[in-house]
């Protein structure tokens, strides 16, 4: 047991002060860099106190990046990202732990390796995929002669009916994201920990795998979910580099790219009142999110550690 020591608490106490201003120094310098007008932004040195003026940059930046249209494709994204990844996840982890079949150990490292495999990395072949993905079902058809098969007797071009392009879709912005290693591996980690004897019963009670995995194993892993919820909607929501190089049309933009685009460059006013209003309430939904799910949030760290 640690011994109580007034030494040792203020040390703590300062050590944690100082983490939490250095974390909300750059915010309170964004706060006031937001209150105020566009000469007052200017101004040197730069002013300690907010000025008057937050709502009103609040409003023009709305407005001028278009955030409400922004605002709701960054929520379906984000929310088809956590969907898809925890499925995907699960039915993933449940298989590889529960059911024995030929290089099942080979699937799941595959799948662990693939850790080392980012979106950044693969971003080229992640690209063409998405912009052609019809094309494995071309290659098959013409593979085995079915398309000219096809064409003889019906005179349907079925390679010109496989032309499918997802790019500035809300499916081309999803599905390339949605699988997910170190989800994958958290899950397989804590089916681990359930004991065999609840699988024993409930095979004795007449529980098949389905009524097992949505009866048993969701409910044991509420607060899992939860916690890994969190950070997938943070993951999704933040989204920079896909978004920017899939969306050419700005209606399928996000609410960063928004952002970036409010951003003063070269040859343009100093407007970062504008810019910094805006980061406010694009950082609001995953603020919002960590508030409300703190206590299930850690109590999936700590569950998932034992």
């Known amino acids: 047991m640690i011994e109580r020591n007034l030494g040792l608490t203020i040390f703590c106490h300062a050590v944690l002060l100082l983490g939490a201003a250095a974390v909300c120094l750059p915010l309170y310098f964004a706060f006031v860099a937001g209150s105020l007008t566009l000469q007052e932004v200017q101004q040197t040195p730069f002013p300690w106190v907010p000025g008057t003026h937050f709502f009103d940059?609040?409003?023009?930046?709305?407005?001028?990046?278009?955030?409400?249209?922004?605002?709701?494709n960054s929520l379906?994204?984000?929310?088809?990202i956590v969907i898809g990844k925890l499925s995907i996840s699960l039915i993933a982890a449940f298989a590889i732990t529960y059911f024995r079949f030929p290089f099942r150990m080979t699937a799941f490292w595959l799948i662990f390796v693939s850790l080392m495999l980012p979106v950044e990395v693969r971003i080229i072949p992640t690209y063409e995929a998405v912009?052609?993905?019809?094309?494995?079902?071309?290659?098959?058809?013409?593979?085995?002669?079915?398309?000219?098969?096809?064409?003889?007797?019906?005179?349907?071009?079925?390679?010109?009916?496989?032309?499918?392009?997802?790019i500035n879709s809300y499916g081309g912005l999803i599905l390339p994201l949605i699988a997910s290693a170190s989800a994958t591996f958290l899950f397989r980690q804590f089916f681990l920990t359930v004991p065999e004897e609840l699988c024993e019963?409930?095979?004795?009670?007449?529980a098949g795998p389905v009524?097992?995995?949505?009866?048993?194993?969701?409910?044991?892993?509420?607060?899992?979910?939860?916690?890994?919820?969190?950070?997938?909607?943070?993951?999704?929501?933040?989204?920079?580099?896909?978004?920017?190089?899939?969306?050419?049309?700005d209606s399928m933009a996000t609410a960063i790219l928004g952002l970036k685009d409010l951003v003063p460059v070269a040859d343009t006013a100093p407007a970062w009142n504008i810019a910094m209003a805006a980061a406010f309430f694009v950082m609001l939904p995953p603020a919002v999110i960590i508030l409300v799910?703190?206590?299930?949030?850690?109590?999936?760290?700590?569950?998932?550690?034992?």
């Open 293 to 306: 799910m703190q206590r299930w949030f850690t109590k999936g760290l700590v569950d998932s550690g034992k």
């Open 201 to 206: 019963a409930a095979r004795l009670d007449g």
């Open 76 to 80: 379906v994204v984000t929310i088809g």
């Open 131 to 166: 912009a052609d993905a019809g094309a494995p079902l071309r290659w098959l058809f013409s593979a085995t002669g079915l398309s000219g098969l096809i064409e003889t007797v019906s005179g349907y071009r079925i390679e010109a009916a496989l032309q499918w392009n997802m």
């Open 211 to 249: 009524k097992f995995f949505f009866d048993i194993l969701l409910p044991l892993s509420r607060a899992n979910i939860a916690a890994l919820s969190i950070i997938l909607f943070l993951f999704g929501w933040n989204q920079y580099l896909w978004p920017l190089l899939f969306t050419t049309d």
């Open 57 to 72: 940059n609040i409003v023009s930046a709305w407005n001028q990046g278009n955030f409400s249209r922004l605002y709701f």
